[in-house]
């Protein structure tokens, strides 16, 4: 049986009552992956996301950890570009939508 351990990270809105960004991590066979990562509609385009997952690197790099792997939709792709991930392959489909695989040093 595999146990898959994840670490949720999210932002809370100034109320504290939702979450206005927020994605996972987690480590499968010797792999670190990003996942889920979501920015609420009205808070796109202020950085939101970029601080997010400069803190994510950041907390990854805090444990050794020195690659961190995603599957990134197409139309996301220049926004992990732009964090420094590269594209590691053909697009593929998951779940119905176009995907690539893209991968960042943390070094």
């Known amino acids: 049986m595999m146990i898959l351990l994840a670490v949720q990270v999210f932002k809370l809105n100034a109320h504290a009552t939702d979450a206005v960004a927020t994605c996972r991590i987690f480590q499968?066979?010797?792999r670190?992956?990003?996942?889920?990562?979501v920015v609420a509609k009205e808070q796109r385009g202020t950085g939101l996301g970029t601080r997010l997952m400069r803190a994510v690197h950041a907390y990854l790099r805090m444990r050794g950890v020195d690659r961190l792997q995603c599957h990134?939709?197409?139309?996301?792709?220049?926004?992990?570009?732009?964090?420094g991930y590269e594209t590691n392959?053909?697009?593929f489909d998951e779940g119905g939508i176009q995907h690539v695989l893209?991968?960042?040093?943390?070094r």
């Open 72 to 83: 990134a939709q197409l139309s996301a792709k220049p926004f992990y570009e732009k964090l």
């Open 28 to 30: 499968t066979e010797g």
């Open 89 to 91: 392959g053909d697009p």
């Open 102 to 106: 893209m991968v960042k040093s943390l």
């Open 32 to 37: 670190w992956l990003l996942g889920r990562v």
